[in-house]
């Protein structure tokens, strides 16, 4: 394998981010930081880097009181001759949270940084340093690139256990030691609060940290940006956030379950008080942009959006995909036209433009939903589908109109590495769509990879449909429905692109870093 070594990082780990980590993280899980209030700013949420390119990246940093954000670089530990970045000021007016984009960076370089918070009307007092690193995109295919991927974290009650060491999957993930890690979605479970104690089958007890703002669905910003900070009570997620750069997408349950533009929630519904989706979205989208390093989100991006490329070098492109804020009701998706669809027509047309564009080897389409697998919304009792397919294996209908318009373009534009990673179902599979098997043929035979959950409920597999032609060539699921993280079925999958002979393998993972499944995918290849 020609992916490069990383020789410093792990000992970042037991030198200066442990040392500065130590002074900084909460004292104890089960609330917020309580620090002694001496003037001096503290970093007790941790350090996340995002959206790094071959050279630039954001720096995100909370702290708990009013402060000048300062981000120093250096090519070393030891901090000799630093850069320095001048951060926004953190305030109320973002919850105290800020990003500084650090720019001119070396391409495939190891960059150590430190964040420092300084008091707005003495600069010369700051609070203890928080450090991390990270590489930058390197701009030579011989590097090679390695990422992981998965999504679904603290959903169906099951939160923070101290018992069993917190969300320890983000350990397994760090000893792979991974170019970025993408979230496919459902980051928080905005709608899902979490009690101190949950039953466990076998009649033991789970116990959760808990906080004031998951006590209830979040309806405030206020209970937004709380359900945000629930995660970051981990110490595993803060180290992990620490050393590997994010790629971050949202789906339903950072607003609500199975949510739509323009849905209004119905009065049986007796734990909103706010019945505007619109309006949820709208405040859990602010949270959203303030607690994640998300180039097109930060405060004057002009996008203003979640989907967007991320040029990862000659091997690598990443496409984002926001399959939410632009989708139509769910409904039972049998309509013979639907020029939304779940993407919308705007992004629809970007995707095809960018796809177009790509000269990468290998264009990983990130989306926060899969295409085959029939996801049904029972909410409220109405018999609608939640994804693309809705169980007919016929002509495409509905959402799969859009996607069949995707894969046609594809296929004429003559566009080849495209695989598909999406999370969202609660279990891991492999599915390949052939047109010997579809119904919709004028596409070219293509790969969809699913992993998922970090830290929630695990379910049963998903029923495939297949227009598309799939076949699950490999699955592992319960045969429970929400089967705790005690229980495992906890996943994540990593994705290795060899920089010298270009092949990509897929590998879907236990939490414990266990190796469940195999494939790799030969560049320039069509129907692999």
Same mark, same amino acid.
């Given at each position: 394998?020609?992916?490069?070594?990383?020789?410093?990082?792990?000992?970042?780990?037991?030198?200066?981010?442990?040392?500065?980590?130590?002074?900084?993280?909460?004292?104890?899980?089960?609330?917020? $930081?309580? !620090?002694?209030?001496?003037?001096?700013?503290?970093?007790?949420?941790?350090?996340?880097?995002?959206? +790094?390119?071959?050279?630039?990246?954001?720096?995100?940093?909370?702290?708990?009181?009013?402060?000048?954000?300062?981000?120093?670089?250096? /090519?070393?530990?030891?901090?000799?001759?630093?850069? *320095?970045?001048?951060?926004?000021?953190?305030?109320?007016?973002?919850? =105290?949270?800020?990003?500084?984009?650090?720019?001119?960076?070396?391409?495939?370089?190891?960059?150590?940084? *430190?964040?420092?918070?300084?008091?707005?009307?003495?600069?010369?007092?700051? #609070?203890?340093?928080?450090?991390?690193?990270?590489?930058?995109?390197?701009?030579?295919?011989?590097?090679?690139?390695?990422? %992981?991927?998965?999504?679904?974290?603290?959903?169906?009650?099951?939160?923070?256990?101290?018992?069993?060491?917190?969300?320890?999957?983000?350990?397994?993930?760090?000893?792979?030691?991974?170019? !970025?890690?993408?979230?496919?979605?459902?980051?928080?479970?905005?709608?899902?609060?979490?009690?101190?104690?949950?039953?466990?089958?076998?009649?033991?007890?789970?116990?959760?940290?808990?906080?004031?703002?998951?006590?209830?669905?979040?309806?405030?910003?206020?209970?937004?940006?709380?359900?945000?900070?629930?995660?970051?009570?981990?110490?595993?997620? *803060?180290?992990?956030?620490?050393? +590997?750069?994010?790629?971050?997408?949202?789906?339903?349950? &950072? @607003?609500?379950?199975?949510?739509? $533009?323009?849905?209004?929630?119905?009065?049986?519904?007796?734990?909103?008080?706010?019945?505007?989706?619109? +309006?949820?979205?709208?405040?859990?989208?602010? /949270? !959203?942009?303030?607690?994640?390093?998300?180039?097109?989100?930060?405060?004057?991006?002009?996008?203003?959006?979640?989907?967007?490329?991320?040029?990862?070098?000659?091997?690598?492109?990443?496409?984002?995909?926001?399959?939410?804020?632009?989708?139509?009701?769910?409904?039972?998706?049998?309509?013979?036209?639907?020029?939304?669809?779940?993407?919308?027509?705007?992004?629809?047309?970007?995707?095809? *433009?960018?796809?177009?564009?790509?000269?990468?080897?290998?264009?990983?389409?990130?989306?926060?939903?899969?295409?085959?697998?029939?996801?049904?919304?029972?909410?409220?009792?109405? $018999?609608?589908? &939640?994804? +693309?397919?809705?169980?007919?294996?016929?002509?495409?209908?509905?959402?799969?109109?859009?996607?069949?318009?995707?894969?046609?373009?594809?296929?004429?534009?003559?566009?080849?590495?495209?695989?598909? %990673?999406?999370?969202?179902?609660?279990?891991?599979?492999?599915?390949?769509?052939? $047109?010997?098997?579809?119904? =919709?043929?004028?596409?070219?035979?293509?790969?969809?990879?699913?992993?998922?959950?970090?830290?929630?409920?695990?379910?049963?597999?998903?029923?495939?449909? #297949?227009?598309?032609?799939?076949?699950?060539?490999?699955?592992?699921?319960?045969?429970?429905?929400?089967?705790?993280?005690?229980?495992?079925?906890?996943? =994540?999958?990593?994705?290795?692109?060899?920089?010298?002979?270009?092949?990509?393998?897929?590998?879907?993972? &236990?939490?414990?870093?266990?190796?469940?499944?195999?494939?790799?995918?030969?560049?320039?290849? @069509?129907?692999?």
């Amino acid at each position: 394998m020609s992916h490069r070594p990383f020789p410093g990082r792990r000992s970042v780990l037991r030198g200066s981010l442990a040392a500065s980590a130590a002074l900084t993280l909460p004292v104890g899980l089960g609330a917020a $930081p309580a !620090f002694a209030r001496s003037g001096r700013p503290q970093a007790g949420w941790g350090v996340q880097t995002g959206d +790094v390119t071959t050279d630039s990246g954001l720096v995100w940093v909370r702290s708990d009181r009013p402060a000048r954000m300062i981000v120093e670089t250096s /090519a070393t530990e030891s901090f000799r001759n630093p850069r *320095r970045f001048h951060g926004p000021l953190l305030d109320a007016g973002t919850d =105290f949270t800020g990003t500084t984009r650090l720019h001119g960076l070396p391409s495939g370089e190891q960059i150590h940084y *430190r964040v420092l918070l300084a008091d707005p009307d003495d600069p010369r007092r700051t #609070g203890e340093p928080v450090a991390g690193a990270f590489r930058t995109v390197s701009r030579h295919r011989r590097d090679g690139v390695r990422f %992981l991927w998965s999504g679904d974290l603290a959903g169906q009650g099951w939160g923070i256990n101290p018992d069993r060491g917190g969300y320890r999957i983000y350990d397994a993930m760090a000893g792979l030691d991974p170019d !970025f890690f993408l979230c496919s979605g459902d980051n928080i479970y905005a709608d899902g609060p979490i009690s101190a104690t949950q039953a466990l089958p076998d009649g033991s007890t789970w116990r959760n940290v808990t906080t004031e703002e998951k006590a209830k669905v979040a309806e405030t910003l206020a209970e937004f940006r709380g359900n945000f900070r629930y995660n970051l009570l981990d110490d595993n997620l *803060r180290r992990f956030n620490a050393r +590997v750069p994010s790629v971050i997408q949202w789906d339903d349950h &950072e @607003v609500r379950n199975n949510w739509y $533009p323009g849905e209004v929630i119905a009065a049986t519904d007796t734990r909103y008080t706010e019945k505007s989706v619109d +309006v949820l979205a709208a405040r859990a989208r602010r /949270a !959203f942009g303030e607690y994640f390093p998300i180039s097109t989100l930060r405060p004057g991006a002009k996008e203003g959006r979640v989907h967007r490329v991320l040029r990862q070098g000659p091997l690598l492109d990443v496409f984002v995909l926001d399959m939410r804020t632009y989708r139509n009701a769910n409904s039972p998706d049998g309509q013979t036209v639907d020029p939304q669809g779940i993407l919308g027509r705007e992004q629809l047309q970007w995707l095809k *433009r960018e796809l177009s564009r790509s000269r990468a080897v290998w264009k990983v389409i990130a989306a926060d939903m899969p295409i085959g697998l029939v996801v049904p919304d029972t909410t409220e009792g109405r $018999p609608n589908f &939640e994804a +693309v397919a809705q169980g007919d294996p016929g002509a495409p209908l509905g959402r799969e109109l859009q996607i069949a318009e995707l894969l046609r373009f594809i296929k004429h534009r003559r566009i080849t590495g495209t695989v598909w %990673l999406t999370a969202d179902v609660h279990h891991t599979s492999a599915q390949h769509y052939q $047109p010997s098997r579809a119904a =919709f043929t004028d596409f070219e035979p293509f790969w969809e990879f699913v992993s998922g959950p970090l830290n929630a409920g695990a379910f049963p597999a998903s029923a495939l449909d #297949g227009t598309f032609g799939p076949e699950r060539v490999f699955v592992k699921a319960p045969t429970a429905s929400n089967v705790s993280p005690a229980g495992g079925y906890q996943f =994540f999958g990593e994705v290795d692109i060899d920089g010298g002979s270009g092949e990509l393998t897929v590998r879907l993972r &236990e939490q414990d870093g266990t190796v469940l499944f195999t494939k790799s995918l030969q560049p320039g290849r @069509v129907g692999q």
